[in-house]
């Protein structure tokens, strides 16, 4: 089982840029699929961006494609999430999540395949 723990979030004007960072323990996050996700007041959970097992591929939501970079640094056991040119709408609670399942983009979006869940970190964009 492994725990993660999201770190990164704050304040940060339009334009801005923040790195979001997801720490894991207990095991390796190489061995899983990593994904983040966001949910914002009012709104379902949505799926940001993923990692496929084996690191080789990642995955975006439209919203954030160019703009957003998912990666994993394995020595440290950490997953980020470098988001770049925020926007208003980004405003939300981001969370990373892990999956042991295999798949690539059409599965990973979906937030049922992730078995561990972090406890999210806000990111507040001011316009």
């Known amino acids: 089982q492994v725990r993660l723990v999201e770190s990164g979030g704050g304040l940060v004007q339009a334009g801005g840029s923040v790195r979001l960072s997801c720490a894991a323990s207990g095991r390796a996050v190489s061995s899983y699929a990593m994904g983040w996700f966001r949910q914002a007041p009012g709104k379902e959970r949505e799926f940001v961006a993923g990692?496929?097992?084996?690191?080789?591929?990642?995955y975006y939501a439209d919203s954030v494609r160019g703009r957003f970079t998912i990666s994993r640094d394995n020595a440290e056991n950490t997953v980020y999430l470098q988001m770049n040119s925020l926007k208003s709408e980004d405003t939300a609670v981001y969370y990373c999540?892990?999956?042991?399942?295999?798949?690539?983009?059409?599965?990973?979006?979906?937030?049922?395949?992730?078995?561990?869940w972090g406890q999210g970190t806000q990111v507040t964009v001011s316009s």
């Open positions: 999540a892990a999956s042991t399942t295999w798949g690539g983009a059409q599965i990973l979006r979906r937030d049922v395949v992730y078995d561990y």
């Open positions: 990692l496929n097992w084996s690191g080789s591929s990642t």
